[in-house]
């Protein structure tokens, strides 16, 4: 567990489902194109799916944290996930609500901080997309390490659109200097 100011970042477990959905619905109302789900999707799930949800936080292939006010307020959240077939950890689900955004609060930062360490166990990079007309995420990115690497993708919910691909480079192996850059 992290604290930065008054907010703690950590792990989602199965019992944090409640506030799981809430801050779901938060996110796709206020950044729609971000997430590869609408807001009428997640209306539809039971509180299976949203414990399921909670789960990833304590998931072998994956990790889910949550960024949590000194009110008990929830306000931001991150995840990361081994997927099968690929080589490097996925960073998903991005989001710090507008209270808590900016490099003053740190929320974001401590977010992806966590999320990072969590990926350099796993490989030597982390891997993202970002919609390509998510100019706010694909600058904070770039500021953080992050490089597009001309890969793209059909964006789920309108194919017509696409998807970016950045990498940032967590580890150096033998005998290299730390550094940030494209696979």
Known sequence: M????????RRTTEDDWRHIRELRLEMLEDTPHAFLETLATALKHGEEEWRRRGR???????????????????VGTMGGLLKTGTDLPTLYGVYVSPS???REAGVTDALL?????????????????????NRR???????RGYRFTGRTEPYVLDPDQRELEMTRILAAGPGDEPTTGTL
Not at 2 to 9: C, F, G, K, P, S
């Open 137 to 143: 995420a694909q600058e904070y990115y770039s500021r």
């Open 100 to 102: 808590h955004r900016g």
């Open 2 to 9: 992290v604290v930065v100011a008054d907010v703690t970042i």
């Open 56 to 74: 990833r936080g304590q998931s072998a292939t994956g990790t889910s944290v949550a960024a949590i006010d000194g009110t008990g307020r929830w």
């Open 113 to 133: 901080d966590e999320v990072e360490a969590w990926a350099a166990m796993h490989a030597p990079a982390l891997r993202l997309t970002v919609h390509e007309d």
